[in-house]
């Protein structure tokens, strides 16, 4: 039922920038967090950043200066700007909602990502 369509993602040389765009179907304030995850062939998806419902952020450590997360309500849509970007950023964005339930379980609603690949 949740739709999260992510849009932004392409090819750019090393020390560019791209901006990333989630389009979610519904009222982006009914989940606890919204999100970017990355995942490169062969390895585990990892944490980019996380935005809570009243706009505080998280973001994986080496990548804050670089990165920065941002959500439009309104719109229902969450960015991510990248800045500087390097060859070891290539992978397959994904962005993420997170619906906290009880038993410390945690409802995950993903979008089909968007490729994002850095030459050098």
């Known amino acids: 039922q949740v739709q999260l369509v992510e849009s932004g993602g392409g090819l750019v040389q090393a020390g560019g920038s791209l901006r990333l765009s989630c389009a979610a179907s519904?009222?982006?304030?009914?989940?606890?967090?919204m999100g970017w995850y990355r995942q490169a062939p062969g390895k585990q998806r990892d944490l980019v950043a996380t935005?809570?419902?009243?706009?505080?952020?998280n973001y994986a450590d080496p990548l804050k200066g670089r990165f920065t997360i941002s959500r439009d309500n309104a719109k229902n849509t969450v960015y991510l700007q990248m800045s500087s970007l390097k060859p070891e950023d290539t992978a397959v964005y994904y962005c993420?909602?997170?619906?906290?339930?009880?038993?410390?379980?945690?409802?995950?609603?993903w979008g089909q990502g968007t490729q994002v690949t850095v030459s050098s």
């Open positions: 993420n909602a997170k619906q906290w339930v009880l038993g410390d379980n945690v409802r995950d609603y």
């Open positions: 935005i809570g419902r009243g706009g505080p952020t």
């Open positions: 519904a009222n982006i304030f009914s989940f606890n967090a």
